[in-house]
């Protein structure tokens, strides 16, 4: 059976996260794109424009899903202090089996070559640390958090320790376990945040 547009466009953009988990940014090109999905190179260029379309594809296709994934811990109705929790162990999971997102996040082609994906980049970003924000606030409120808590800051805070994380796990080539790790980062992050 004859795929769909979409169905095929998933395609190139699973096999260029698979790619850059496995063997680097700089490395994933059209035609590997195309070998690994089974098709001809210019089955490619039907779907996408260029290389950065599909980088630019493949970001905001696993940002989606990071979304998706995190979304009923900020609407849930248990405690604030819980989902926190949950909404950090649920993105330490996510990482996890989305390795190719870490390795687009801190290269050259990120960081120095496309300004369209650094825009995708920093639009999920601030995105995201607005709703850790709200989170936060409402743990104050509840007096859960800390009362002099700076919520923007800490939820900044919050975004470098899963960069960082993220980073030295990459550096390491996923050798260790990011949830476990995670796991430190929560109770780390808790302790400076929980009220007394």
């Not at 743990?139 to 919520?151: D, H, K, T, Y």
């Amino acid at each position: 059976m004859r795929k769909t547009g979409e169905q095929r466009k998933k395609e190139i953009i699973e096999a260029t996260l698979e790619l850059a988990s496995s063997q680097g940014v700089a490395r994933v090109t059209t035609q590997a794109i195309a070998d690994k999905v089974g098709v001809a190179h210019a089955t490619v260029f039907r779907h996408f424009k260029n290389r950065d379309e599909i980088f630019a594809a493949a970001l905001q296709y696993v940002v989606q899903r990071m979304i998706e994934n995190v979304e009923p811990w900020f609407e849930s109705t248990k405690p604030v202090d819980q989902r926190f929790k949950c909404l950090i162990e649920a993105q330490y999971v996510f990482f996890s089996g989305n390795k190719g997102l870490t390795r687009l996040l801190f290269s050259d082609r990120l960081h120095l070559e496309s300004s369209k994906l650094k825009r995708v980049i920093q639009q999920s970003m601030s995105r995201f640390t607005s709703r850790i924000e709200g989170m936060l606030v409402e743990g104050v409120e509840a007096g859960l958090f800390r009362s002099n808590l700076v919520s923007k800051d800490a939820a900044r805070y919050l975004i470098a320790l899963f960069q960082g994380l993220m980073m030295r796990w990459s550096v390491y080539d996923f050798e260790f376990s990011i949830e476990q790790e995670g796991q430190q980062v929560w109770r780390f992050f808790e302790s400076a945040i929980r009220a007394d």
